[in-house]
């Protein structure tokens, strides 16, 4: 259960609509009991008052004064229904969005070191499903547990006052009803409601991995095979849903006949008190239909401890990525960063795990400011993960990387960063103006930097045709504009950013050979200042480099 007491922890910045919530639950909950208690003894002294004044000794009743409180109660019962639907959805929605913001801030010293060996359906399932699992913990866990304890307290004591056996054995029932069959179907359930978070994450993962390789599945003719395994594993989730649900039907059947027998046993010991004249007849239905009344109390608890399992889980799949140490540690008192932008590796090997091999091994390269080199090598020799090195997403296993003389450890790593600016192969944009993916690079760019870049990278002509002008949307993940414009705006950010150094890993990948070209042309005049480190594997982007490396299997060598 600590996974679960520590998100709860998270729901104090929200108590007050929480605590609201439970309220007009509560309310709710005895406006319903009341109302149908109430009813039950209001048909019944009416109709005992109306065959005693056939006999011709009239009895007193006051009509008015039940009947206005039948209406009382059925407003304030429809009226709380609303206000609680309406509160405890707020209250779980300002949890989730408290959650997710929490959930973002324990990912920030995790990227991309840590994250980057995670599967991007894995994570955003994670972020997604897991924390919506979340939901349950209130307005199914919490919050009726709390209803049904101060509501089957309140019953029991208030049956005590006219029928102590009958209270005795409501209370009873209400117990085994509230406690042992949710106990009991939260055992049974444990194991299928686990299986189905694992099931619905690997699911959408595979989901993902399908959509993101659809092309290559299709050219491969592999896409009938992967989506006929697709198939296998949701009848597999479905199946796995059935035994949930079957468990769901048994518990709630289990409880209806749990009110059953203590309907049964209210009607036979009343029974006896009404002949033993310890009880009326209206009285005897007021209780009659308070017992009916007070089992909607807990009809939602055995169900809800079913699932308490699936809540759990998603709860410490949630915990594992926030308790993953970040790939590099942060220094207690950083120092400022030097005011030159040498670069040096000093014997650096790395590799990502105990386990596997060594991607880089035992690299020496000075890299002085303003110099311009360029690294080329076949996929996997370990370029990109040199390029990693340079701007500390992690740490070298042995040797250092300095900045004018100082140790990549000892800088704080977000002041760092500010030294680079990266062209990578793939240009990632925003579901945003353009505008605003440019302002990325710089939020507090006046209007004459961003004019500035946009004719530095060549996107004044585009722009100027666009009718919106730089607050053109580009649509999720940039697919309103083609990808050499997609690579503009990239460089455009590049400029804006005016770092000192320049990280390009394949910046012209993708692109025909004039956009190439024209690319490379506007990148040498930005960086006649500036240090440069390109990882490609084209001939066209070496005339930018004074100096060019070969990589293989680790080991860098000037060629």
């Keep these: 259960m600590k996974d679960l007491w520590f998100f709860l922890k998270l729901f104090k910045p929200h108590s007050a609509w929480l605590t609201g919530g439970i309220f007009l639950s509560l309310l709710t909950a005895f406006a319903s009991i009341a109302l149908l208690t109430l009813s039950g003894w209001f048909i019944s002294a009416t109709a005992i008052a109306g065959l005693i004044a056939v006999d011709g000794n009239a009895l007193a009743f006051n009509f008015m004064l039940p009947a206005a409180q039948i209406r009382a109660l059925a407003i304030t019962r429809t009226l709380g229904r609303y206000g609680e639907r309406v509160v405890t959805h707020e209250a779980t929605f300002r949890v989730l969005a408290g959650i997710r913001s929490w959930f973002f801030q324990q990912l920030i010293p995790l990227v991309p070191g840590r994250l980057s060996a995670m599967r991007s359906g894995d994570l955003l399932s994670r972020m997604t499903a897991d924390i919506d699992a979340l ?8 919050a009726p547990a709390i209803v049904a304890a101060i509501g089957v307290t309140t019953v029991t004591v208030f049956l005590a006052f006219f029928a102590p056996v009958i209270s005795l054995t409501t209370g009873l029932m209400l117990m085994i009803a509230s406690v042992w069959v949710p106990s009991v179907f939260n055992r049974l359930g ?10 619905a994450a690997n699911f959408r993962i595979r989901q993902i991995d399908m959509m993101q390789g659809l092309a290559d599945l299709i050219a491969n003719q592999a ?3 992967f989506s006929d395994f697709l198939g296998q594993f949701s009848d597999l989730m479905i199946n796995t849903q059935r035994r949930n649900n079957r468990l769901s039907a048994v518990s709630s059947a289990l409880t209806l006949l749990l009110s059953q027998i203590a309907l049964l046993m209210a009607l036979v010991l009343g029974a006896i008190s009404f002949k033993d004249g310890l009880l009326s007849g209206s009285d005897l239905a007021l209780l009659v239909f308070c017992v009916i009344a007070a089992f909607e109390l807990v009809m939602p608890l055995p169900q809800a401890m079913q699932m308490l399992a699936k809540t759990r889980k998603a709860a410490r799949r949630i915990r594992q990525i926030t308790e993953m140490p970040p790939a590099i540690n942060s220094p207690t008192q950083a120092i400022a960063l030097p005011d030159s932008f040498d670069l040096q590796f000093n ?8 386990q596997q091999a060594w991607v880089l091994k035992n690299i020496s390269l000075t890299i002085p400011q303003g110099s311009k080199i360029a690294i080329v090598g076949a996929s996997g020799s370990g370029k990109t993960t040199l390029l990693q090195l340079i701007m500390r997403f992690y740490d070298p296993e042995q040797g250092s990387v300095l900045l004018a003389g100082q140790d990549f450890r000892h800088l704080d790593a977000d002041a760092l960063l500010n030294c680079f600016g990266v062209l990578s192969q ?20 006046s209007a004459t930097e961003l004019d500035i870049a946009v004719k530095a990278a060549g996107l004044e002509n585009y722009i100027g045709y666009l009718p919106e002008g730089l607050d053109t949307w580009v649509g ?3 697919v309103k504009v083609s990808g050499g414009e997609a690579r503009r705006i990239a460089l455009a950010r590049l400029y804006l950013k005016n770092a000192p150094v320049l990280i390009l890993d394949e910046p012209t990948e993708g692109l025909d050979s004039d956009t190439e070209r024209d690319v490379f042309k506007a990148l040498a005049d930005f960086a006649r200042d500036k240090t440069v480190i390109m990882v490609t594997h084209r001939e066209a982007g070496l005339g930018l480099a004074d100096v060019v490396y070969g990589m293989e299997r680790g080991v860098l060598r000037e060629l």
């Design 190 to 199: 444990r194991a299928g409601a686990e299986e189905i978070v694992v099931l």
């Design 476 to 478: 999720e993940s940039g």
């Design 347 to 354: 014997d650096v090997s790395f590799r990502y795990s105990d």
């Design 426 to 445: 793939r240009s990632q944009l925003f579901a945003a103006s353009i505008k605003e993916n440019l302002l990325i690079a710089k939020p507090d760019a």
């Design 135 to 142: 939901d349950a913990l209130y307005l199914r866990l919490l």
């Design 223 to 225: 896409y009938e095979r």
